[in-house]
């Protein structure tokens, strides 16, 4: 190999050039050297590190059959120590749910429920439909409700003289207590109108109320006088009763202010009566009330409820009539109370709007020992589910992760489970505390009705009937709470069944597109309430489905799930308008909103599908348990397992691991190795990877883009960085001062390989002429140096070359042109000689073999010189 012959001019000149335009300076090589120095940079290296070291060796790994990978294998078993986890505490949520149930299903007693209260609302109920004006509610009272609630006659017709079998309605329920009506009235006054158009009618403002005594008088009707031994628990006179029958006249009367009790209708079916909401409720000053007590002869109801008819007790200004009553059912298991409340609510636009409600109230708590076991089973489910959250929460604070654990959905879950079922806990024993005082206050209602206490003189009933209504109306909102507490159970199964592969794809499906399905309704939710709100503005004064906004919306979501419609009625009136509005909604709701709902769950099921690949199915996780239990005495744990592999290699055979487990059956030696295969197979054959790898092809694509791009800017000069990228403006031919300090660098980085390539030339050229110069002696103890030292070389010394004939030889044939004598190459060993001639470097030659000279290039390096080839 040729070298052409550089002065030492030429290499002083170089150099210099190379620490002018290629070397960075001293501040900036720190400042790089700081930047890579930081925290976060650094921790982010040594991930990335890890992770490429990491993908590297899962390669090897899966391109091996007989090596497994030490990471994918604890990455099975973290994941089979979870699956087992869930799958073990699935028969603990079932326990715990269907314990729940079990006590829910004994207390509420839902069957023989039904089976009462359907009957009682038949029978009390008859004919309160066809009520549609105030007055005729005197006649659906006197000829449906009375004869049903008041029944003095036994099934044959003939009348019945105890009166402890006076008040069974259908044959099985007895009224206790008195039947209470009670109203609300509205004030007469002109009516308010800027026009002065209506200043000459009267108005009944529903938003008022009326407390004024009121009442028509009558001098024509007679009342029936007081007859001696009428009652057993004592006589009343003729002015008692005449006062007794005036007394639904005045206001609050029958429950003292501190019996008042809460309004017992639901807010919601309060704005669905017309005539305005009702007031604060049964019990409030302004309220008038009449009460029928079931231990009265039926002459006596009926000439009592004629008085109030003649006297207009129901006349325009009547707002609401709501009716009370309590009926004691002891045949069908539980004893039990029934609570009755009846309204009517008369509109201003003279209709009348009826609703009936009917609750159980249970006078004992438990129905038997079945019910007290289900108590308590869910009580100690409840309570492992309280202290596990609670270690749990210690470990996460422990672990300093304790924020992390809080946002997590599986604590939401857990939070609703414990606190709603304390509070159900709670609730039921509060009602079991006010259910015993309202077993006294019945003691004493059956009391006075067995001394047979006139009603005149009867001051029990109305507070037995304020209590029994507060229960109930407390009592429905708990069966609602007992009823939503089963949707976050049932959510527990979801996180048991995550732990099975095939179950966790349907699992992670519903998670997975529950925010699409969110910003979805985002489009969906409007698009349904401007359907609804036109359909009241052209349905809405002719069909009940479309009166208000609620019902609008109720049943266009019943028109989107069902894809039915009443067209008859919806078109009785202007068809096309009738029928853009059908025809758009199916279109646009019914066939393309629903369908896409329907596409994204799919779309993300599909997805997941793939995610899980070729996963475990049920049948073979059963299987799995068996062969678990099966072979429980010598199956090596999860944490024996994980502990054993965290010190092992990081691949290992098949066989290492059977010496690392040495009692291990072999079934599970081989689920093992053959889960660590697949896991492998998922990684590197699956989407997932497929994905990354299209997501770098094309991030790759985008940066050659934008270097393809600079480049051509660069040619055109053209070429501006990117504002955002400096944060201080830089001049003008700052692009250019990069530009050339980029191309210094990297031209000093080739030079000084190319010298290093030089170097190494020269020295195989001179290594090359000294072996063929070496005379034989030297050649010869070379040889048998080698050969004794095993074909070791002392220091200083070349394959080949004697260490003191080769050195003479080679001075004396090869004597350098600018050496004066030898003395300057006597000192020092072949190859490292001292230099006199020049402190920094020389080139000087040699007549070659063929005729021409031979440049040798002697470097200095710490006060001694390498002669360089």
């Not at 109920?125 to 006649?139: K, L």
């Not at 190859?831 to 040699?846: I, K, N, Q, Y």
Request: charge should be negative; hydrophobic fraction near 40%.
């Amino acid at each position: 190999m040729y070298v052409p012959r550089r002065s030492s001019s030429e290499v002083e000149l170089q150099d210099k050039n190379e620490q002018e335009a290629g070397e960075p300076d001293a501040d900036r090589i720190q400042e790089y050297a700081s930047f890579l120095r930081r925290p976060s940079n650094t921790a982010r290296i040594e991930d990335a590190a890890r992770e490429y070291n990491f993908q590297a060796m899962k390669l090897l790994a899966a391109d091996n059959d007989e090596l497994l990978d030490r990471e994918i294998m604890l990455y099975n078993l973290a994941v089979l120590k979870k699956r087992n986890v869930g799958l073990l505490s699935l028969p603990f949520t079932l326990i715990f749910f269907f314990s729940f149930a079990y006590s829910a299903f004994q207390h509420e007693d839902i069957t023989n429920r039904y089976v009462i209260e359907t009957g009682l609302t038949e029978a009390l109920g008859s004919g309160a439909e066809d009520i549609s004006q105030v007055q005729e509610t005197w006649g659906w009272l006197n000829n449906f409700l009375f004869p049903a609630l008041f029944n003095q006659v036994d099934i044959l017709g003939n009348a019945m003289t105890d009166k402890l079998q006076w008040g069974r309605v259908l044959s099985y329920n007895m009224l206790v207590g008195p039947l209470f009506i009670e109203q609300e009235r509205s004030p007469r006054a002109l009516c308010e109108d800027d026009s002065d158009m209506a200043k000459d009618m009267y108005c009944y403002d529903v938003t008022k109320q009326d407390v004024e005594n009121f009442g028509r008088t009558v001098t024509d009707f007679t009342i029936t006088p007081a007859v001696n031994g009428e009652y057993g628990g004592g006589n009343v006179t003729d002015e008692e009763r005449l006062e007794y029958y005036n007394s639904p006249f005045s206001a609050s009367y029958g429950v003292s202010t501190s019996e008042r009790r809460l309004r017992m209708m639901s807010p919601t079916y309060q704005d669905r009566l017309s005539g305005g909401a009702l007031s604060a409720g049964v019990g409030q000053s302004g309220q008038f009330r009449a009460l029928f007590f079931p231990n009265t002869p039926y002459h006596l109801l009926q000439e009592r409820l004629n008085y109030l008819y003649r006297r207009q007790w129901l006349d325009k200004q009547t707002k609401h009539v709501t009716l009370y009553a309590t009926l004691l059912n002891v045949e069908m298991g539980r004893p039990r109370l029934l609570n009755y409340m009846m309204t009517l609510s008369f509109a201003r636009s003279g209709d009348v709007f009826t609703k009936l409600r009917m609750d159980t109230i249970f006078l004992e708590f438990w129905s038997g020992s079945m019910s007290m076991l289900a108590d308590l089973g869910f009580g100690v489910m409840l309570l492992i589910v309280t202290v596990m959250e609670i270690v749990a929460l210690k470990r996460s604070r422990a672990r300093r992760t304790l924020l992390r654990h809080i946002k997590t959905s599986s604590f939401l879950l857990q939070v609703i489970t414990i606190v709603v079922g304390w509070g159900i806990i709670l609730v039921y024993q509060y009602m079991r505390m006010q259910t015993e005082t309202l077993v006294k206050e019945l003691e004493k209602i059956m009391e006075n009705r067995q001394k047979d206490i006139p009603p005149e003189h009867n001051v029990e009933g109305a507070y037995f009937i304020d209590m029994s209504g507060k229960i109930a109306y407390f009592g429905g909102y708990v069966q609602i709470a007992v009823a939503q507490y089963h949707l976050p159970l049932m959510l527990r199964f979801f996180m048991a069944f995550r732990a099975q592969p095939r179950l966790g794809v349907v699992v992670n499906t519903l998670e997975a597109c529950m925010l699409d399905i969110l910003h979805f309704l985002v489009i969906l939710l409007p698009s349904g309430i401007a359907y609804a709100i036109s359909g009241c503005f052209i349905f809405g004064r002719r069909l009940e489905e479309f009166s208000d906004i609620k019902s609008a919306i109720g049943y266009c979501f019943k028109i989107l799930t069902e894809n039915e419609y009443d067209w008859p009625s919806l078109s009785e009136e202007h068809f096309w308008t009738t029928g853009i509005w059908v025809w758009s909604f199916m279109i646009f709701l019914a066939m393309i909103m629903l369908n896409m709902v329907l596409a994204i769950v799919l779309d993300v099921y599909s997805e997941q599908r793939k995610n899980a690949g070729k996963s475990e199915d049920i049948w073979k996780t059963v299987v799995s348990l068996w062969r678990i239990f099966r072979n429980r005495k010598t199956w090596v744990s999860v944490d024996t397992a994980r502990k054993t592999l965290e010190t092992a290699p990081r691949l290992f055979s098949k066989t290492d691991l059977q010496s690392y487990f040495p009692g291990m059956p072999p079934i599970q030696l081989e689920t093992l190795v053959n889960e660590e295969k697949q896991t492998a197979a998922n990684i590197f054959a699956g989407p997932e990877q497929m994905q990354r790898t299209m997501r770098l092809a094309m991030s790759m694509k985008v940066e050659m883009d934008k270097v393809s791009e600079a480049i051509e800017e660069l040619h055109n000069c053209s070429y501006r960085p990117d504002p955002e990228s400096t944060s201080a403006p830089l001049p003008d031919d700052h692009w250019m001062t990069e530009i050339r300090g980029e191309m210094a660098r990297q031209n000093h980085s080739l030079l000084q390989m190319q010298w290093q390539l030089q170097r190494i030339g020269w020295q195989s050229q001179v290594l090359s002429w000294l072996e063929k110069n070496q005379d034989p002696g030297a050649a010869a103890g070379s040889g048998s140096a080698s050969s004794q030292g095993g074909g070791g070389l002392e220091p200083g010394q070349q394959p080949g070359i004697g260490k003191q004939a080769s050195m003479q030889t080679w001075q004396q044939q090869r004597k350098p042109k600018w050496a004066s004598n030898s003395a300057n190459w006597s000192k020092g060993a072949y190859a490292e000689v001292e230099l006199v001639e020049d402190p920094t470097g020389v080139v000087w030659s040699w007549p070659g073999d063929d005729g021409g000279d031979q440049d040798v290039f002697i470097l200095k390096d710490d006060n001694r010189v390498l002669m360089g080839v």
